[in-house]
């Protein structure tokens, strides 16, 4: 995972990309699969990127996986 640092620009690391994925699950659930194929228009091509931001939005609830469906939590 990026974390903003003084070699990483905030705009660079990975907690820049949260709104991002939350925005597109706030209009529709999807998944995995669906939402990686969405963040790569954003800039999100590694999935190793995308593996350890959705680790942190589950770990802070603010997303869950029901039956392979990521949600959003409000």
Request: aromatic letters at 10%; one cysteine or more.
């Amino acid at each position: 995972m990026k974390f903003p640092s003084k070699v990483t620009p905030y705009k660079e690391s990975s907690i820049a990309k949260f709104p991002a994925v939350l925005e597109l699950l706030q209009k529709a659930d999807m998944t995995p699969k669906e939402l990686y194929a969405e963040l790569k228009k954003k800039k999100i091509s590694d999935i190793s990127e995308f593996a350890d931001i959705l680790d942190c939005l589950f770990a802070m609830h603010k997303i869950e996986l029901h039956k392979e469906v990521l949600h959003y939590v409000g």
